[in-house]
Nanobody
Framework: QGQLVESGGGLVQAGGSLRLSCAAS????????VNWYRQAPGKQRELVAS????????NYADSVKGRFTISRENAKNTVYLQMNSLKPEDTAVYYC????????????????WGQGTQVTVSS
């Protein structure tokens, strides 16, 4: 069974940094387009950043532009979210999402989500 595994969350003071990782495992051969979402308590899930399969195209929510950077290492099947200048309003559970992946054996898999990693920013 293929899955996405996030790591890197934690507790940090305002102004600090964290780097989240999203690693593909199991039957996932390669990731294509990948998104990072977040969900704060009582709020809807929000798209934070996206990256194309080659890494050549990235997009960010206005709320994180200039502070967060999405990147990837295709050789490791891993996507990162570098978060700098963190604010208390960045506190949320962060999820990575791969709308479409290539599975071992050449099949295509759809709509993979990680289990989420908690990011808490104290003021």
């Amino acid at each position: 069974q293929g899955q996405l595994v996030e790591s890197g969350g934690g507790l940090v003071q305002a102004g600090g940094s964290l780097r989240l990782s999203c690693a593909a495992s199991g039957t996932i051969f390669s990731l294509n387009f990948v998104n990072w979402y977040r969900q704060a308590p009582g709020k809807q899930r929000e798209l934070v950043a996206s990256i194309s399969g080659s890494g050549g195209t990235t997009n960010y929510a206005d709320s994180v532009k200039g502070r967060f950077t999405i990147s990837r290492e295709n050789a490791k099947n891993t996507v990162y979210l570098q978060m700098n200048s963190l604010k208390p309003e960045d506190t949320a559970v962060y999820y990575c999402n791969a709308p479409m992946v290539t599975l071992r054996g050449g099949l295509t898999g759809y709509d993979y989500w990680g289990q989420g990693t908690q990011v808490t920013v104290s003021s």
